[in-house]
């Protein structure tokens, strides 16, 4: 198969405009951003690009077909008529899951169950059997229906994209790989300055910007569905790895600080570090937020403090705000700080409004990016 595809990488609301960068970034031109997805046209090769490269997309997915469906009877005739053969071998194992969301056919399990139908009915009529063992690669089925528009889509990730493969233990609300990687796009931060995580947990933001800061592709370490296809050619997964290698900075030097107050989160990160392949390129400290100092003068510190989502944590949260507010000001004047939290009033208690904010989610928390720009660094000389 060396014809054209349409892919889909979904994405966290807020967060589509990063994703469709990165797929620019792979040289993708045709790229259309839609809430929580970033639609673009590729050749075959482009599943293993987009999987191994997109640091801030959910999953990446094949677009099988799209149409209006009001009745069971449409979903059922229209799904049929789309070229499943062209994906799913004879022996394919392919689960059905669905999604609807203000639309006519608001029963997802009626839907599950008529796609899935619909499916064989197709693989019946090109493969002349009348039963399927499904004893083969795995292709997971979606029907996402919108405003009575059904999207039907095979998974070509597996596993999310944000699980990366070196965070084997993390703290309890562990911020996304995905989320800390498009945090560290929406910085200012430059490899060659240096970038501290406050509030590192079990090291994620650190870990995602030594792989940016070395260009390091975030899916190298891990596997996909689509390598349990037989239509997809091992060359094709290998062209991506060799490439990924080629383009890899594993020498450039970065200067990369966590620090947590937790010391079992302090060893913890530092095990993420040693698995990500960076057990030496970051530094981890035990230390209070507020006791951050540098030498250097052009910084960035990027953080995810505690939210205070629970009353007993409220008042302890906003002294924290109040503390690291007056301390970056007065030590930290010309680094740019970047906060994401819950607290809708975070502005009031760090003392300063900030240059910009944005809307993210942090899973199912609506939560507001708080950014303060410091002056731009003086231009280096020739």
Known sequence: MKQSLTLIATAAM??????????????YEDVQVENGKVIFKSD?????????????ADRVKIMVGEFKAVTFDSLFEQTKALPWDRFLPEDAEFPVIGRSVKSGLYSVPDCQAIVKKAVVEKLKQTYKKSWFEESGGFYRIEV????DVATLTIDTSGTGLHKRGYRYLHNEAPLKETLAAALIRLTNWHPDRPLVDPFCGSGTIPIEAAMIGQNIAPGINREFAFEGWDWYRQEWLDQAHQEAEDLADYDRKLSIFGTDIDHKMVDLAKNNATEAGFPDQI????????????????????????????????????????????????????WSIYVI???????????????????????????????FWGPRPPRKKD
């Open 44 to 56: 075959p090769e482009g599943i293993a690009r987009a999987n191994l490269w997109l640091r801030s």
């Open 144 to 147: 996402a229906l919108h405003k």
């Open 341 to 371: 939290t819950s607290h809708e009033k975070f502005e009031l208690f760090y003392g300063k409004k900030a240059t910009k904010k944005r809307k993210l989610y942090n899973g199912n928390i609506k939560t507001d990016f708080y950014q």
């Open 283 to 334: 530094a981890f400290k035990q230390m209070q937020a507020a006791d951050l100092r540098s030498k250097q003068e052009y910084g960035v510190v990027l953080g995810n403090p505690p939210y205070g989502e629970r009353m007993q944590e409220k008042a302890e949260v906003e002294a924290l705000y109040k503390k690291i507010g007056d301390v970056y000001r007065e030590h930290l004047p010309t």
């Open 14 to 27: 807020g967060l589509e405009a990063i994703v469709a960068r990165e797929v620019k970034d792979l040289g």
